[in-house]
């Protein structure tokens, strides 16, 4: 007994078909292609360096209407007995009524890395007066200081 078995050789799928799904495969791999190059395109502008302002200035008054306000009249270091940094600064309040102001010390070791901070402390300034602001570091291991100086939020 012998089978015979025919096999229709027309196409299911018409040839224009074919060319519309070649070319949509075509667009989806270009659109993955340029989603993955856009992120390693250079941005639009240069990043700009920007200068280190707190390893110029150990004590900076961070905002426009604290500036006009208050001035330091003196800044220190000094070091205490067991070589725990003392950092100190004079502010004097330029306006004639009392002026509120946040005061925060970050201390630094040799490489400019922060080793400690301290909570933002709200201080009085008497109005056309002076106030000595001091911080001590609670262990070693700084050598530098920054005092920031904020109006009291």
């Given at each position: 007994m012998r089978l015979s078995v025919s096999v229709s050789l027309e196409p299911c799928i018409s040839n224009l078909?074919?060319?519309?799904f070649h070319r949509?495969?075509?667009?989806?791999?270009?659109?993955?292609?340029?989603?993955?190059f856009a992120g390693c395109q250079e941005a639009p502008y240069a990043p700009k360096q920007?200068?280190?302002?707190e390893a110029k200035f150990p004590v900076l008054i961070?905002?426009?209407?604290c500036q006009k306000a208050v001035?330091?009249?003196k800044q220190r270091a000094d070091w205490t007995a067991d070589r725990r940094l003392i950092a100190e600064a004079v502010m004097v309040n330029k306006q004639k009524a009392p002026y509120r102001?946040?005061?925060?010390t970050t201390f630094k070791?040799?490489?400019?890395?922060?080793?400690?901070?301290?909570?933002?402390?709200l201080i009085l300034l008497p109005a056309?007066?002076?106030?000595?602001y001091k911080a001590t570091a609670m262990n070693t291991k700084a050598e530098n200081f920054n005092v920031r100086i904020r109006t009291a939020q």
């Open positions: 078909e074919i060319i519309m949509m495969c075509t667009i989806v791999w270009l659109a993955i292609a340029a989603c993955v920007v200068a280190d302002v961070m905002d426009k209407a001035a330091i009249s102001v946040q005061v925060q070791d040799a490489d400019g890395f922060e080793v400690q901070s301290t909570n933002w402390e056309s007066g002076f106030y000595s």
